[in-house]
């Protein structure tokens, strides 16, 4: 099915790599994005078309793929980043959007 | 910069209408694939609906088909949101976003603040 999973809740120190997976069978085929949400405001992109990041994103996002399974990493993570994430794609069509349920990062 | 304005948002009765409004700034409008995406309270994010720059590619989220209508107008750099038969689960804080560069897929590169919707007897 056209679904995204991910782990509700992530744990990391400060400084440490904080890694998020998001699997679908769609993931395979379309591009994966991943978005920021911190409370009270709007999502931001952190990652789009994969492994690309918008002007103004730290390079300590990154993410990566295998089959069906994508991962975005935080390397060197920060208090800041402490945030909901979602990782977003399309259908296996590419016609409907998709969204993960959501991860939220704990620094510890 | 780029900004959106989201308003039109307010409380109606189940079964009840609104149309939501976006008003965009800052970049080449009549470009860009535009999006509708709802997050109940305390809930994750829902993809609503899309429409390409030209209008000619429209979608929607099953939980919506039938009951909104996306459309834009270039002319006003404005996208717009029909909703009718509102239930009660449809309350959430709607946003508008804009779509990426062509070729890089379906994605939101700019998000504005939300408008509340809220559908309560």
């Known amino acids: 099915s056209d679904e995204l999973t991910q782990p509700p809740s992530v744990s990391v120190s400060p400084g440490q790599a904080a890694r998020i997976s998001c699997s679908g069978d769609s993931l395979s085929k379309q591009y994966t994005s991943w978005y920021q949400q911190k409370p009270g405001q709007a999502p931001l992109l952190v990652i789009y078309?994969?492994?690309e990041r918008p002007s103004g994103i730290p390079e300590r996002f990154s993410a990566s793929t295998s089959g069906t399974k994508v991962t975005l990493t935080i390397t060197g993570v920060q208090a800041e980043d402490e945030a909901d994430y979602y990782c977003?794609?399309?259908?296996?069509?590419?016609?409907?959007?998709?969204f993960g349920g959501g991860s939220k990062l704990t620094v510890l | 910069d780029v900004e959106l304005v989201e308003s039109g948002g307010g409380v109606v009765q189940p079964g009840g209408s609104l149309r939501l409004s976006c008003a965009a700034s800052g970049f080449n409008f009549d470009d860009y694939t535009m999006y509708w995406v709802r997050q109940p309270p305390g809930k994750g994010l829902e993809w609503v609906s899309l429409i390409t720059w030209d209008g000619n590619t429209i979608d929607y989220a099953d939980f919506v088909k039938g009951r909104v209508t996306i459309s834009r107008d270039n002319s006003k750099n404005s996208l717009s949101l029909q909703m009718s038969g509102l239930r009660i689960e449809d309350s959430a804080t709607f946003y508008c976003?804009?779509?990426?560069?062509?070729?890089?897929?379906?994605?939101?590169?700019?998000w504005g603040r939300g408008t509340t919707v809220t559908v309560s007897s």
């Open positions: 976003a804009k779509g990426g560069s062509y070729g890089s897929g379906y994605h939101m590169a700019v």
């Open positions: 977003q794609s399309t259908d296996s069509s590419g016609t409907y959007v998709i």
């Open positions: 078309k994969d492994n």
